[in-house]
Every structure is written in structure tokens, then in C-alpha cells.
């Protein structure tokens, strides 16, 4: 690929995040994040509700999550039509963002889904008119650097476990940490450890700070995907820092950001990526 047809392709790839942020199911259209206590969480316009729900047409008591030692269940309110990807709500246990298929729950203009961190539930509130109201701030990226665009070599770990990985909540999780990725830049040889963010991830995460973080970055680290890497030790990892990107914490307060682990603070300044947003 020439210089000129890669320099495209992460244009576009820009272009495209900053759509997403906007579209219907980006960060600018979440509304609210509620923690579920244990037992009956009433969810619904009314200001008496255990979770609010701002959006229009959004009834006083939409519906109700329980939960309890088996998981969440829900049950619509009576007489009212909460809808989901399968059909209308009857009361039954819903699936959290941590398995293959989660619930999505639709009622009025917000939709709400459930979310599961450290056995904690917790509803994601979306309103894809709020995203459309929403002012962006401004976003700004280095120049494109082809030796950026790195192959790195992947060192599995000899026993895959969990990584310590704090959030901006505060709280730690334990993620699948399969390895690490080995590579040069600016003269020193360094390592990323790499998490799977969920079960069903089909891409490695690498959360990271560097000595542009704070400065010319966001001081909350930068996030970069990469592929799986391939079962051959020879076979090289593509860490394309192009892409590397500000966490969505930056640009909403209801996202539950990973923090990067001390084992991932590099003691370089990879120029490369999105710089911090600047102001509306």
C-alpha cells in the first residue's frame, strides 16, 4: 500500500469515528447510568421511579429489573409495550452486555441496556435525539506516520490469566490477559500487555499512556485494537498507533473506561493518533 492509499484509509477511519460518536448508538446519545440495587429497581419517567428515564414519551413506570442471585429479570409495567430486537418485553431474564446476545430495551424515545461489571448491574440509558442536540468537541488528530504503523511480535503467556484493570469508577476487574506485544520505537525496545474487554471481543485491547498524555493527549491514556494474533510465534501483530484513539470517557460521563495498568505506561511520546479534544 502506498504512502498516499494509507493515508486515505485512516482519513476515512477518522471520519467514520467521528460519525459513530453522533450516530444513535454512539457516546453523545447516552443519557444516563444507573447501578441497580438488589431486588425490585422500578425504571420510568415518574420522579418516584428507582431509575429515571428522560426521553419523550417515556410512560411514569415503564417497566421493572429485579435482581438477585440468578441475574436480572425484567417485566414490563401494565399496559405498557416495552420493545426489543426479538419482539415485546414479557417478563423474563435479560441478557447483560457480557454475553453474546444482550438485551436492548426500547420504550418511548431512550433505550436501555443492561450492563454487568464485577457481578454489578447497571442500565445504560440511550437517547439517539440527544445525540443529534449534543455538541461535540472538537476532535484533533496527529499527522498520519507510516512508522507508526508498527509489526510487533506477540509473546503468549505460558499460563493466559486476568490483569488487574482499574476503571474511572473506581472499581477493578480481572480481564483476560493472553499475553503481550513486543516492539521498537525510538530506540528502545518496549511492551503493551494486551485484555480482552469482553468475552465475546473479537479484537485484542491495548490501554496505554505515554509521555504525550496530558500534554498533546487525553490524561486519561489512549486505546488501541489490534487483531488476534496469529498462532505462529514468527507471525508479526500489526499495532497500527494511527488509530490509537481518546477513551469515550472524554466525551461522555456515562462510560465505565478502563484505566491502563502500571505495566503499560510507556516512556516514550508515540505522536501518532488522536490528540486531545479541543474546545466546542
Known amino acids: 500500500m502506498s504512502h498516499t492509499q494509507y493515508e486515505a484509509e485512516i482519513l476515512r ?38 431509575v429515571i428515564l428522560v426521553g419523550g414519551h417515556v410512560p ?6 429485579t435482581v438477585d442471585s440468578h441475574g436480572a429479570h425484567g417485566e414490563p409495567a401494565p399496559g405498557v409495550a416495552v420493545k426489543t430486537p426479538q419482539g415485546l418485553l414479557a417478563a423474563r431474564p435479560l441478557h447483560s452486555d457480557m454475553t453474546a446476545q444482550p438485551d436492548t430495551l426500547f420504550v418511548g424515545s431512550v433505550n436501555v441496556q443492561l450492563l454487568e461489571r464485577n457481578g454489578q448491574f447497571a442500565l445504560r440509558v440511550r437517547d439517539p435525539e440527544a445525540a443529534v ?49 513486543v516492539f521498537q520505537m525510538d530506540g528502545q525496545e518496549l511492551r503493551l500487555e494486551a485484555i480482552r474487554q469482553f468475552p465475546t471481543a473479537q479484537q485484542l485491547m491495548y490501554v496505554f499512556r505515554d509521555r504525550t498524555n496530558g500534554k498533546s493527549t487525553y490524561d486519561g491514556g489512549r486505546y488501541l485494537y489490534a487483531a488476534w494474533p496469529p498462532e505462529s510465534p514468527e507471525a508479526p501483530v500489526l499495532l497500527d498507533f494511527n488509530r490509537a ?8 460521563p456515562y462510560a465505565t473506561c478502563p484505566v491502563p495498568p502500571p505495566a503499560n505506561n510507556l516512556p516514550v511520546a508515540i505522536e501518532a493518533g488522536e490528540m486531545a479534544p479541543g474546545p466546542s
Open 60 to 65: 411514569a413506570r415503564a417497566f421493572t429489573i
Open 13 to 50: 477511519w477518522r471520519h467514520d469515528r467521528e460519525a459513530g460518536l453522533r450516530s444513535p448508538g454512539g457516546w453523545l446519545s447516552i443519557t444516563g447510568l444507573h447501578w441497580l440495587k438488589a431486588g425490585s429497581n422500578v425504571c420510568g419517567s415518574d420522579p418516584a421511579c428507582d
Open 245 to 252: 484513539f481518546t477513551p469515550p470517557c472524554a466525551f461522555s
Open 133 to 181: 442536540q449534543a455538541i461535540l468537541p472538537v476532535q484533533r488528530w496527529f499527522p498520519v506516520r507510516t512508522d507508526a504503523r508498527i509489526n510487533a511480535r506477540f509473546v503468549r503467556h505460558s499460563e493466559p490469566g486476568k490483569l488487574a484493570i482499574d476503571d474511572v469508577f473506581g472499581q477493578t476487574y480481572q480481564m483476560e490477559n493472553p499475553g503481550y506485544a
